[in-house]
């Protein structure tokens, strides 16, 4: 599976974005999906994870009200809804897959590029 993330931007306090991930091959459907997030001089954290099937979602405390993951199987695609953007936002959002629905960042074994969020203040 080859993912590739797009959607970030420079957006201002309060805005809002929507983070998409597209997945070439026909598999797309058989693996749980999940967004992580890196900010500058900080680790790697996940930030939500949606089944295949899209009927079960889990998010990191923390994102939990700002954050809805979502998935379109026919689309190939998975999306983060993020709204409310704060400045402590600002990171490399990156999506990636796993045939485990799991908040583990070394259960996923495909990973898309990222995609840059910059929120300003």
């Known amino acids: 599976v080859q993912l590739q993330a797009s959607g970030g931007g420079l957006v201002r306090a309060g805005g809002s974005l929507r983070l998409s991930c597209a997945a070439s091959?026909?598999?797309?459907?058989?693996?749980?999906m999940g967004w992580f997030r890196q900010a500058p001089g900080k680790e790697r954290e996940f930030v939500a994870t949606?089944?295949?099937?899209?009927?079960?979602?889990y998010y990191a405390d923390s994102m939990k009200g700002r954050f809805t993951i979502s998935r379109d199987n026919a689309k190939n695609t998975v999306y983060l809804q993020i709204n409310s953007l704060k400045p402590e936002d600002t990171a490399v959002y990156y999506c990636?897959?796993?045939?485990?629905?799991?908040?583990?960042?070394?259960?996923?074994?495909?990973w898309g590029q990222g995609t840059q969020v910059t929120v300003s203040s």
């Open positions: 990636a897959a796993s045939v485990d629905y799991d908040s583990d960042s070394s259960r996923y074994n495909y």
């Open positions: 091959g026909r598999t797309f459907k058989r693996y749980a």
């Open positions: 949606i089944s295949w099937s899209g009927g079960s979602t």
